[in-house]
């Protein structure tokens, strides 16, 4: 089973669907992304990207809301925080300041742009 994501106008993910192999696959039983993506506009119409469970595929799986970024080839989630920033490499948003290794449990404070310690 492959699965594979349908974009909008501004490549954010609307949903996410499975297509059996049959549909994706050449006779042989190749794969083919563009095999299943023809497959998807015939049904439904629109543009879709091929996403993978085990982030083999364009860094991780499609969820809905989040964004492809053709440049970087990969699904973005969409960003938690306005000051996060986004690290090209990884593709996973960061904060501006490290989360604290002393054991303790923080949540991200926007408003200070720090972690908060949760822990009584």
């Known amino acids: ?28 039983g190749t794969e083919v992304e563009s095999i299943g993506i023809a497959f998807c506009q015939r049904l439904f119409g629109g543009n879709w990207k091929k996403t993978s469970y085990n982030g083999n595929l364009r860094k991780r799986y499609a969820g809905i809301g989040y964004t492809y970024d053709a440049a970087l080839d990969a699904f973005i989630a ?22 604290p290794t002393d054991g303790k449990v923080y949540r991200w404070d926007e408003t200070t742009t720090s972690w908060v310690s949760v822990e009584g």
């Open 78 to 99: 969409p960003r938690p925080f306005p000051s996060w920033t986004l690290n090209a490499q990884t593709t996973d948003w960061e904060p501006p300041i490290v989360y």
């Open 1 to 28: 089973m492959a699965h594979f994501a349908e974009l909008d106008e501004n490549n954010v993910v609307l949903r996410v669907i499975v297509v059996s192999n049959a549909d994706t696959s050449t006779p042989d």
